[in-house]
């Protein structure tokens, strides 16, 4: 039951990352959507490691070194953003420049 | 096993220690790993030509809880390939990411970006394991991403951003297909996957992952964030991301289809991957057409020349039977990712050269420079011949087996595809070749050093070596071939 309630949330999680991903263009909020992403596949990952009768290790060394791959990956996206919006004035991509 | 473990070490450690060492030190300890790494490679095909195929479980551990690392004919090969392209690439770097040159905080960066890209692309190669693969992906897509902004300019932050987006899309996709895959059978290994009991979710998974590597191999329509990406790297960051970068998640992609999950190969996904593969061809030829600068007619012309590739799905094993080879439109797509890195990696070089000695790529600007660069000029003439498929080069065998493939399967529709492909990229190269050598000098240039000019001509005269001297190499790419490349999906 319980591990039901965790693959929906990822699932929930993954569907609000995606749609942060298509509706927003400010840039901060996309990373923030990639990392919601992220997190709702580990989380599934995990529901779906701890369905059997012992507890399958695999997927809890593989969520960690996932969550690495995801800081490193924001950490560049937000230092990209931050060297952006000091040269052009906006954190948005040029062709995309509209409301955030 | 040595030499499989050291292509992978010992451009981490180079990288490492490139960050480490005084000033003075990270040049020469940058050349020495490439040149390590370089050894490390050719090493690593010589042991695979005599030994076969080489297996290794990291730490001890057989899968499905430990990782397995082979290498096969096809994975040496681009080691190899990335290996010369990278000593290249360092060569002329040497020169172009120098401090005065290039700004010091461009010349610092470049070469451990380099060196880890390098080693990323090393374990992509060798990787059984898919989310070892994704690691390795991830490493290449960060790495690549900070080399597009490496300059610093506003153009090249916005491609690089763009590029990021698109690049982590691709993950999350592929991501999303490995973890459906892991759920459904408890294991991450390609061969152990090639033995599984098939579910109805392989085909989520498989489609998921497929769209993932589509999006960072920049098939149509996901080609987008290409060509601004890689025009507005640095000429020698240019040439890794066109030559190299794409062939790490190709060289996925055809593991997925032909190793772990073939039986999952129907005709309508066959046709829907050789049709993008067709529309890029004939896009991207278009659109290279329309350009003004150099490198950006050689970026979209990475777009036309990937979309070759993947003609492979429905003509692998088409000419099992009519040949006394099989698997030879198999072999005809390695060819292509052989030959176009090495040409495509010696065009941006050219590209590079003349940017330092004219300050600019536009075709109006590099007019007539063959008389002044005679070397660069032989290079990108000698580069466009293995684009354009004319014999005797590398471009030339892949759609010559291509090419026999289609025909020998009944499938000539796809030769129309490999004909209209090489008459666009006569068109397209047309341009740039009566600019290069036009009889009047636009620009007076800046000298360039002898051993600089001479390295795009060397990678340009091994990708027509490579066609000439074709038997070798294609034995070699037979070496650990899976079976499916031999009797068609």
């Known amino acids: 039951m319980s591990l039901t309630v965790f693959a929906m949330t990822g699932a929930t999680l993954v569907g609000l990352g995606v749609y942060g991903l298509l509706a927003r263009v400010h840039m901060l909020r996309r990373i923030m959507a990639f990392n919601l992403i992220g997190s709702g596949l580990f989380l599934f990952f995990g529901a779906a490691g701890a369905r059997g009768a012992a507890l399958d290790p695999i997927p809890q060394a593989l969520i960690i070194t996932g969550i690495v791959v995801a800081l490193a990956a924001s950490a560049l996206a937000v230092g990209l953003v931050v060297a952006l919006a000091r040269s052009s004035g906006t954190a948005c991509l040029p062709d995309e420049a509209g409301d955030t | ?489």
């Open chain 2, 1 to 489: 096993m040595t030499a499989l473990i050291s292509g992978l070490v010992l451009p981490l450690l180079a990288a490492l220690a490139a960050i480490a060492l005084p000033a003075r030190a990270r040049l020469p300890v940058a050349l020495l790993g490439v040149g390590l790494t370089l050894a490390a490679s050719i090493w690593l095909a010589i042991s695979v030509w005599t030994n076969g195929a080489i297996t290794v479980s990291l730490g001890g551990w057989q899968p499905p809880i430990g990782i397995a690392l082979r290498a096969d004919g096809l994975g040496a090969a681009l080691g190899v390939m990335t290996a010369l392209v990278m000593a290249a690439v360092a060569l002329a770097a040497r020169h172009e990411m120098e401090p005065l040159v290039a700004g010091p905080r461009t010349s610092f960066g470049f070469w451990p970006l380099m060196l880890l890209l390098w080693a990323a692309l090393n374990a992509v190669f060798v990787s059984r394991d898919l989310f070892n693969l994704y690691v390795g992906l991830e490493l290449i897509t960060l790495t690549a991403v900070a080399l597009v902004a490496i300059s610093g300019k506003a153009e090249a932050i916005a491609a690089a951003l763009r590029y990021l987006l698109f690049a982590l899309a691709g993950s999350l996709l592929y991501l999303a297909g490995v973890v459906l895959s892991y759920a459904a059978h408890g294991t991450l290994d390609i061969s152990l996957l090639a033995a599984r009991t098939a579910v109805p979710g392989d085909a989520l998974a498989l489609g998921l992952m497929t769209a993932g590597l589509l999006v960072k191999t920049a098939l149509f329509p996901f080609h987008v964030w290409l060509p601004p990406a890689h025009s507005a790297a640095p000429a020698p960051a240019s040439a890794m991301l066109s030559a190299l970068v794409p062939k790490a998640s190709l060289l996925i992609l055809l593991r997925l289809w032909f190793e772990a999950m073939p039986e999952l190969a129907t005709p309508v996904a066959l046709f829907t991957l050789a049709g993008l593969g067709a529309l890029a061809v004939i896009w991207g030829g278009v659109l290279a057409l329309l350009q003004a600068r150099l490198k950006l007619i050689v970026a979209y012309s990475t777009v036309a020349q990937l979309g070759y590739i993947f003609l492979v799905f429905p003509l692998a094993g088409g000419d099992g039977a009519a040949q006394p080879w099989a698997a030879g439109a198999w072999t005809g797509a390695m060819f292509q990712m052989l030959g176009h890195g090495l040409a495509k990696a010696a065009m941006f070089l050219a590209a590079g050269i003349y940017i330092a000695a004219v300050g600019s790529d536009r075709l109006s600007d590099v007019r007539g420079l063959a008389r002044a660069l005679p070397m660069t000029g032989f290079a990108f003439a000698l580069a466009s011949i293995t684009l354009l498929g004319l014999p005797p080069s590398a471009g030339f065998t892949a759609k010559y087996l291509l090419m026999t493939g289609a025909f020998a399967s009944g499938q000539w529709a796809w030769a129309f595809v490999l004909v209209g492909g090489g008459l666009l990229a006569a068109a397209y190269l047309y341009r740039p070749l009566t600019a290069i050598f036009a009889r009047e000098i636009a620009v007076t240039p800046r000298p360039i050093p002898w051993g600089w000019q001479a390295v795009p001509l060397v990678l340009a005269m091994l990708s027509v070596a490579l066609g000439l001297l074709s038997s070798v190499p294609f034995d070699f790419l037979q070496i650990g071939r899976p079976d499916q490349a031999a009797e068609g999906l």
